[in-house]
């Protein structure tokens, strides 16, 4: 039978397809006008989509590279941060610090859990030397979602930088990056942006460009100081990735006719019908208190192997969907519904996840699953019909 | 909300996505051995995949170019052929054949019928010049097969050519070209064969070949003879839609791989799939006696528009389905399940029709219909083991 492949995991996502296409034009030199002409408009939607006055750049690496860019950039060797941990990206906080010598404070959760901005504020509070906080909006690996405003109103009465991990976050939840003190947000091209991995991009507030005057870690790759002299004249500081910049660019204009807000909008209503058709199937959530809209983290049902729902998701299907990680391996599973994904996906999904279930002996009843997306469809559609009428 | 474009007509259909992508392949001249290499490949494999021994020949038009191709290079001005007629492509052989000054006699049956082999045999009775007959495999206005097997044996009996428009039969119904008599059979690219439209050809026996050389219907851009000599040396006779072959070349490859009976299999099982989830929608099928496996023509429930659901398939979710043809327009509407097609595909648009007739007032329980074609892909997965373990 024939058997499509789609990305269900929580990175890469589907493909934007015009946003494919564009790749198409990239015989274009990176020091021309034609070139800082795109560049000029993709740096300029970008920085409306994210809603923001803070400076926006782009810079070719993947997520982890921008994570690296803002610690090198803001910090010098000996400084104190304090690292949110509650998974694997958490923990990809602490590896970046320490390998740069900083003296990191953790908070740690287990994961499944977030951790809570009271645990920020005391850290702060019993440490008035830190120079940033690090965190994740979302946090992938476990489905987790952190309640950045709460902790970015507690950080900006300090002289501490917030610094947040969105690459997740953005397009799944909302983010009020100027007024909560988001002072450095994280994004990358294939999350919620829908083109493919190979760009990253952050916004950097006034407090954080400060903060960089003194900050004595060694860069030279990742020079966000550089990078904004040469943004403003249209230009990125070496030779771009231009097939995915095209990418990139043709994706940020669907989002800004979409709308930044009904982005996220989206991505957490699937995320909600993932949830409900969670329950309606008798699965257990593994992140069930702060859920990300990002990815959904399920339990495997007791005695059942999580690896084998995603490789029969493979095998059955062409689906791919992500296991557990580290020593969640075989425990849980995380279906991805953040950019480009829409309802129908979902049918599809939960149809495919109810047959699997059953096949390996897990009692549902095959459209109970399907039927709870369907519900909030049609409460939805409701919505926005009264919506358009008012 | 993100709402993503779905082709669900009988064509064109959704697009293998490496056919697409081979497309930028296409600054080639055609008149070169690059190409001849490119050409001679798509024509050997196009013919394996058509499993037949006759030549195999590709024409730039669409389907209808290449049905009146047929008529032009096989018959002379007056002769006598048979159409049967069943819906808007038997039709159209009248029209073709009309334009021609050809002698038509019409076995004519209501949409939603099929015109029967005996009725072909007494024609042929009756009308002992007939130097052709022309049919549809499936008629894809109504989504009916026709009996081209028993059509193909009761004419190869006589000295008349059987040809055989089968754009959607292809790839939805066994054809064995030259053990049952069918002396031209068409295809499209746009169809079965996951590429963009443009492309059409024609497989053609030594019987049709024998009649061209005396056929004295004028003709230029379609001429057989002169693309059988070009194709001999793996070039076409005008310039080529380089890109377009690309395309299809790559495909074939596909379908190479896939084989021509597994893709039958899959359209025909979908189609089962698809009649079963209408049985348990109280859904009434159009072509209850003779479905065929491109299309399923379904009709609106009582006092129900098809237009209604065929547009809100496309506004609620960027779903483009088919309305009746001609008079049946608001009566019926058709979805397509043939080419690149699968399961998780028709979990989606079954979900979405369930969703659709429930907001237009006609009960339906949410699931049932998804939990039908459920059940038949559950079946095939347990054949399809077996089948693997013997």
Not at 243 to 261: D, N, R, S, V
Not at 331 to 349: Q, S, T
Not at 353 to 379: K, R, T
Request: aromatic share 8%.
């Amino acid at each position: 039978m024939i058997r499509k492949q789609r990305l269900l995991t929580p990175g890469p996502t589907p493909l934007y397809p015009k946003a494919l296409y564009a790749m198409l034009g990239a015989e274009i030199h990176h020091r021309t006008e034609d070139f800082r002409q795109i560049y000029k408009t993709l740096l300029s939607d970008l920085k409306e989509v994210m809603g923001t006055r803070h400076d926006v750049l782009v810079l070719v690496c993947s997520g982890t590279g921008a994570m690296e860019a803002s610690v090198t950039n803001c910090f010098s060797p000996g400084d104190r941060v304090i690292v949110c941990s509650a998974g694997r990206f958490g923990e990809r906080w602490t590896e970046i610090a320490r390998a740069y010598g900083l003296n990191v404070t953790i908070l740690e959760e287990p994961y499944g859990k977030a951790v809570a901005p009271e645990a920020v504020e005391k850290a702060l509070a019993a440490n008035p030397d830190t120079k940033g906080v690090l965190v994740q909006a979302t946090e992938s690996s476990t489905g987790v979602a952190h309640d950045v405003r709460s902790m970015g109103l507690a950080v900006k009465e300090t002289g501490a930088l917030f610094i947040v991990d969105a690459i997740t976050g953005l397009g799944t939840m909302p983010l009020s990056i100027d007024d909560w003190g988001l002072d450095i947000v994280i994004g990358g091209s294939q999350k919620s942006f829908m083109a493919p991995p190979g760009i990253a991009f952050l916004s950097i507030s006034e407090k954080a460009w400060a903060a960089m005057e003194t900050a004595a870690l060694p860069r030279y790759y990742f020079n966000l100081k550089r990078e904004r002299k040469m943004a403003a004249i249209g230009e990125s500081s070496w030779t771009p990735a231009i097939a995915l910049l095209l990418a990139f660019a043709e994706a940020l204009k669907y989002i800004k006719t979409l709308g930044m807000a009904r982005l996220v909008d989206n991505a957490q209503q699937l995320a909600r019908a993932m949830r409900a058709a969670c329950a309606a199937m008798g699965l257990e959530l593994f992140a069930a208190e702060n859920p990300g809209a990002a990815v959904t983290a399920i339990k495997a049902p007791d005695g059942m192997d999580s690896g084998v729902i995603v490789k029969e998701f493979r095998n059955r299907f062409g689906s791919v969907i992500a296991n557990g990680p580290g020593a969640l391996k075989g425990r849980i599973f995380r279906i991805g519904h953040l950019g480009y994904f829409d309802f129908p996906d979902l049918f599809a999904i939960v149809a495919e996840l109810e047959l699997i279930l059953q096949a390996q002996g897990f009692p549902v009843n095959l459209g109970d699953g399907v039927n709870a997306v369907q519900q909030i469809y049609s409460e939805l559609a409701i919505r926005n019909k009264e919506t358009a009428r008012a």
